[in-house]
């Protein structure tokens, strides 16, 4: 497919990318949580979110919510990187170890399997040094319509 502004054939790449543009300007919720892309491929994404004061929950440690929104973020940016629409059919995670008030955390999403218009996606989530926060599962359904006109 030929991008009719550049005139150029459009990448996978470009076709992630320009997906991430178009769901981010409208993505208020992971925006107001202080995420952040910081990669997208076809099939994947990286994004992060600093553990603000707000996100701490009674133990004084990152609310699990905050950290299922994250992953459920990763996860949408990775499974509507083709430019086609794509919504959560089913998630679960798994939380293994406390996020820290003030820790940068990532969110790794990949694609596990793309079959017809069902997905399968893991998401690490992890700490500063590395550790891992929880692990996330998302499976995706890929309803009518486009990002952006090809």
């Known amino acids: 497919m030929t991008d009719p ?5 459009i990448t996978a790449e470009d076709r992630a990318t320009r997906s991430a ?3 981010w ?3 208020q919720a992971s925006q107001d949580l202080g995420m952040e892309i910081t990669a997208v491929s076809p099939g994947g994404a990286v994004l992060t979110m600093r553990v603000r004061d707000e996100m701490l929950n009674g133990h004084g440690i990152c609310h699990g919510g905050y950290i299922f929104t ?3 973020s990763a996860f949408a940016f990775a499974c509507n990187s083709y430019n086609q629409l794509v919504v959560a059919q089913e998630n679960t995670i798994t939380y293994l170890a406390p996020g820290q008030p003030g820790e940068l955390l990532t969110a ?4 596990q399997s793309k079959t017809g218009r069902s997905g399968v996606y893991d ?6 040094d590395g550790r891992k926060v929880a692990l996330f ?5 890929q309803i009518k319509g ?4 090809e």
Do not use: C, K, N, W
């Open 5 to 9: 502004i550049t005139d150029r054939e």
């Open 21 to 23: 543009q178009a769901m």
């Open 25 to 27: 300007s409208t993505d």
């Open 70 to 72: 994250l992953a459920d």
């Open 108 to 111: 790794t999403a990949v694609e």
């Open 123 to 128: 998401v690490t989530v992890t700490g500063e």
């Open 137 to 141: 599962r998302g499976l995706s359904r």
């Open 146 to 149: 486009q990002h952006f006109e």
